[in-house]
């Protein structure tokens, strides 16, 4: 960062006289002796991550003490589940491609299976939301029994952070339209990882609902 | 004005320690009334250990508080390492809480060990806001409950299944609770509505009262006579009127008093 | 890639009308004071609500006529109604732990600080940091609108355990009220999760060249763990609070068991089957304290990272230890993960499990000891000066000393038989908790008031301040270890319906008027506040002659934090009273070798 630019720039109170900050590092002229990861917003994302990880944490803990129970009474997966695991890991391979293309100079195509991704996503929740449906249908509800509660309230929660997800596909979608998101860059990457995160996520609940 | 601070501070904390070891040698633990004597001892080892560090920590803090305040020429010293004191502070503290922990646990495992098998047991059903006790009669079997049979009007608080042969003889009574001098009582608690907590100040016990769940605890009564019975677990609005009457008999006089006070 | 692309940071802004200025601000150290004055009025709302308490406790049967003209809903015929009794104590302690004391240190200072402290022109996501603010107003809201709706607020206690948080029947708090808490507390933990991703990213991301980890102020070590700690362990509440509102509203019995009967009537449905099955109030307290326990520590950690570099400042000396210092601080970061059953000593867990957190809990006192030894030797043949800063970081070792030492009576189970749910709980968290941590607030104001204004707090009535917060905190809290040994419980709207309290009386009356001084004295703190913030002597870059970066910026900095250049680090900020140095201090900027750099 060349650092003439900088003492340019006028001392005093009323700021520096570089509005859009392009010029300026936020740290300095260059990252001290220890800095992790050199993206904030990858050490964020990866943070939150922890945070939802630990969220799923406690209703693990939840779960496995409840099951001990003596009233106990397993609750067979709604058929639907496993079409919807399938579109679910389907959005996140077509997302894989969206991020490849853009990195590869084709934010067109980019944009066509980040869009595909996204429907999928869609398809993935109207899918859980059918697959409530289904229960219903048996007679089994949120209050039912302990399992349902739990199948209902975790894949209620995992639903909320996916339709965040989605908010964030809509931006990243917007973004690249406008080509604010650099060609030859990996700018759909912070995305990815989230969404592949909650397909690791579900996958868990999956397991530990209905197979451990 | 501010060498003043440095004084007011020294001083300040000086008549802190005055103060609180005054009001600590004196004895505010209620009269003890069963085994637990173990507690108090462990409460008074603590104290004296603590009450120490309060002292000299305290005092500490007052003199270098008063004696390096800045003046005219004052340099303070580099010094600010030294593996060897940090070293020694940190083992002696460990080893005290060290110490401190094996003893507790010690001791803990004595008071939450099951009762002996001779024991005299008594249940406790806590609700909004009484104690309901039970004792199971001379089969020694707690009869049935069941919430379904709850029937204040009928002095049937905890749901007593009447038709169960065990419940024939079981004696009920609501903050009244009768147990024997010298023998050791087990206590099951149980809670109709909301979380409890069975408090006996002078006996050292507490134990929380918690619905879908039965707990225990055990102790042995030591001295005859009335203390109160009280609940430590908010439970609602008339928590603090949950109050109960405990009597420590000989054992002779017991079923009598019990058969007296029986619903 | 020859050198890392520049991070997607703090994208710049003009500064621009006075909304976007002041209001809705994307600057860390508007953000910074937001959260701080909102605290404030939080807090003055929270001390009103213990004064309310310690009023009733004193006399209660006594007839309060102005009261009653106030909050006709809290009394009946001037008498306080024990179900609001339940309320105030409730939302006391709610609004105290979460919406002042994690707020004022946290997202206060921390805000304010890190930044300035890390040598970056803002935090690492300023839009989410302005968000962060806006949650956290909203869930202020929610939490005082609680009062006025329904039967009035929650009522089951800052803990809100189940059932009585769960059923409705049970108090009154527990219908509307209780739902208002659960959505003002989500609304709180949002806000938190995004300042601690805000922290924990700036401090490990931004820091300017040369400040390397163990170069960092304890102060930042401190918001550091914080946001951790945060990050990990206020997910256990969430869901508790999701699994809460569930059982509440939808029927669940995540907390509920059957075989429970209210005021008489089974809950059971029209066949006779319970509403509820096989649920267990104690999963509650285990997701809640395991929030809980690393929750105090929050609070905590702030204030001693302030102390130190308080200390350091106005002993002219460097911390002692400050290697240790950060261990110490990790070290109580981690234990704070394992000792959450402690508050759970009788609750009917398990023995054994009991018998490990009693073992960490023990531990846990050795860190905590060795900060207080390193203090000590810090003021060892230093160097004292005793500005109204210094006075509160000694008042928070003080307090941390006493506050302390009476966990460790806690701490050993068997003896937590008698104490636990007494007022020796009362007096252990109100020093240490409450206490060190509003020290180390008040200590933290009068140190970087000027840096946040500009202007100089008036020291004299600074001083006044400290020594009647001081000597009323101790007459306030003190005298409770001893009544909470005679057996005193907790939560008692009349204390003296048990024989055996009946003598207490006028220890709790010398209590509440000692109470009612500590309210008064505030006022003074107020004055001083918004006198100086307006009228305050204007102050220079570094009024104290620290060494912290934050020091090398005019008093307020710029919009961008310096003016020129970022500042790079080539020291820690410890270095006061060198001897081959011109000055008592070397600012961390100073590339001489002498010092640290001597090493």
Redesign the interface.
Known sequence: MPAELLQKTAPGLSGPRDPEGQDRPPGGDGPSPDQFLDSPARFGLWAFMGTVTMLFVGFTSAYLVRRASADWQPLAPPSLLWLNTAVLLSSSVLLERARGQLRRWAPGDALRWLAAAGLLGLLFLAGQVAAWRQLAAQGIFLASNPHSSFFYLLSGVHAAHLVGGLGWFASAAFRLRRLALTPGEDGLGLLATYWHFLAAVWIYLLFLLFVV | MTKLQGLLFGLATVALVVLATFYFTKTWLPPLLSDRGDIDRAFGLTLAVTGVVFILTNLLLAYCGWRYQDHEGARAAYWHESSRLEWTWTTITAVVMFYFAFKALGLWAQVTSPAPADAFVVEVTAQQFAWNVRYPGPDGIFGRTDVRLVDPTALNFIGLDKSDPGAADDVTMQNQLYLPEGRPVRVRLRSLDVIHSFFLPNFRVKQDAVPGMTTETWFVPRKAGDSEIACAEHCGANHFRMRGFLHVVAPGDLETRIKEAGQ | MA?????????????QAFIWRYVFSKDHKVIGIQYYLTAMVMALIAGLLAMLIRLQIAWPEKSWPALTRLLPTGFTDGVM???F??MLFTMHGTIMVFFVLSTAPVSGFGNLLIPLQ?????M??PFLNGLSYWTFLVGCVVILTSFFVGAGAA???WTS?P??SA?KG???GSQTGQTFWIVGMVFFIASF?MG???F???I??????????MRMPLTMWSMLLVAVLG??????L???S??LI?DRH?????F?????????????GPD?S?LH???????WQ??FW?LGHPEVYILMLPALGFTSDIIATF????????R?MVGALLAIATLSFVVWGHHMF???MS?YL??AF??FT??I??PS??K???W????????????TAM?WA?GV??LF??GG??G??L?????D??L???YFVVAHFHLIMAGAALFGVFGATAYWFPKMFGRMMN??LG?LHF?LT??AY?STF??M???G???H???????Y????LKGFQPINQFITISAFVLGTSQLVFFVNFFWSAFRGKKASENPWDANGLEWTT?SPP???NW???????HRWP?D????EAPA?HVLQTDPAPI?ERAH
């Not at chain 3, 099955?277 to 999963?283: E, F, Y």
Request: aromatic share 12%; proline share 11%.
């Open positions: 050198h890392p692309a520049p991070a997607p940071v703090a994208e710049a802004h003009a500064p109604n024990p179900e009794y339940a890390a040598g970056a022109r803002d690492a996501f009522a089951a206690g355990y059932p009585l059923l049970t108090v009154p999760t601690g991703l805000n924990a990213t700036t490990l991301n931004l820091r300017t060249k040369g400040l390397s980890m990050l990990l362990s206020f997910p256990a969430t869901a508790a999701l699994m569930f939808f029927g669940t019995s995540f509920l068991p059957a075989g429970l009967a209210v005021s008489g009537a089974a809950l059971v006779g319970p099955q096989g649920g267990t109030p104690l999963l285990h997701l395991f002993c002219r000396k460097p911390i002692f230890g400050y240790t009788v609750s009917g023995p009991a018998m009693a073992v023990m531990l006192a050795v000891a060795v207080v030894f390193n000590l030797a810090t003021l060892w043949r230093s160097r004292i000066r005793y500005t006075l000694l070792v003080s000393i006493s030492l009476s460790i009576f701490g050993q189970s068997a003896v038989i008698h636990t749910d007494t020291e004299t001083k020594w001081f000597v101790y003190f005298p270890h001893y009544i040994v005679s057996g419980m907790r939560r008692l709207y009349d204390p319906q048990y024989e055996f005019p710029p919009h961008g003016p020129g250049p970022i500042p790079e680090v410890y006061y009273s060198v001897p008592d010092g």
